[in-house]
């Protein structure tokens, strides 16, 4: 197989996009609290004095809370994309490993630095128990001795 074979694994993309769902929710919630504290403030004075201090007030609240809303739509979308694109490595991770090395499944996936530590099951039944895999910047997963020849990983 060449380089170009092979499916790309880009793990930090989604864990990126994640800490900014996270982000976009702490502004959303923020703005949310924010227009509904103040809303709530001008109703309750209104009520006790019978006069409206602010008349642009409730149309800034409406703005603040839409803004908000949005916030909370762009999150969502993008945890979408997170999702999908976090799934993606994972089926390219295991199609790239089946693809070199004939590997029939991969359990106990973790990352310990810039190596996928796994439990690899190969074609013969064997399982290749915390085996390292370093992956390319192409996609192509090295294992075992294939890490330190040269033009290996490392």
């Not at 924010?34 to 004095?49: I, P, Q």
């Not at 190596?115 to 099951?121: G, T």
């Not at 290749?128 to 001795?145: H, K, N, R, S, T």
Request: net charge negative.
């Amino acid at each position: 197989m060449t380089g170009s074979d092979y499916g790309a694994v880009d793990f930090q993309s989604p864990v990126v996009t994640l800490w900014v769902v996270g982000l976009l929710l702490v502004v959303a919630m923020g703005t949310l609290g924010h227009a509904g504290w103040r809303r709530s403030s001008h109703v309750r004075f209104a009520r006790r004095t019978g006069r409206n201090t602010d008349p642009q007030l409730l149309r800034d609240t409406r703005i603040e809370q839409w803004t908000g809303y949005v916030c909370l739509g762009v999150a969502v979308v993008l945890a979408g994309f997170s999702g999908l694109g976090a799934w993606q490595t994972h089926q390219n991770v295991r199609s790239n490993l089946a693809a070199k090395y004939g590997v029939v499944s991969v359990e106990n996936a973790r990352w310990n630095g810039g190596f996928l530590m796994a439990d690899l099951r190969m074609p013969d039944g064997t399982v290749l128990q915390d085996a390292e895999v370093y992956f390319e910047a192409d996609g192509e997963p090295l294992i075992g001795d294939d890490l330190f020849t040269p033009g290996g990983g490392l």
